[in-house]
Nanobody, 119 residues
């Protein structure tokens, strides 16, 4: 099992920056990839950024060039640096991990952290 705990959400003005953190615990060695999803009010959940175990990152078109995902293996932590924030970035952000148990691939989700972009 993998457990994820996010932190770093809050209220920020448009154009501002915020960094989210996600600490992983449990079967860390079984994790293949980690990332961030978000769900805005009234909208479906969407993938924001993903980071493979080889360090390859991919981003949603809406955040490309503004958001950056990184990982600190020593701390078992993944980060999402969010710059030039817009009101439409307001959402609950979830840390996610894809991991394997034997031949089965599973996913884990954190509890979510709210990011509000507003003046």
């Amino acid at each position: 099992q993998v457990q994820l705990v996010e932190s770093g959400g809050g209220l920020v003005q448009p154009g501002g920056s915020l960094r989210l953190s996600c600490a992983a615990s449990g079967s860390i060695s079984s994790i293949n990839a980690m990332g961030w999803h978000r769900q805005a009010p009234g909208k479906e959940r969407e993938l924001v950024a993903a980071l493979s175990d080889s360090g390859r990152a991919k981003y949603a078109d809406s955040v490309q060039g503004r958001f950056f995902v990184s990982r600190d293996n020593a701390k078992n932590t993944i980060y999402l640096q969010m710059n030039s924030l817009k009101p439409e970035d307001t959402a609950v952000y979830y840390c996610t991990a894809v991991y394997r148990v034997g031949s089965i691939t599973l996913d884990a989700w954190g509890q979510g952290t709210l990011v509000t972009v507003s003046s």
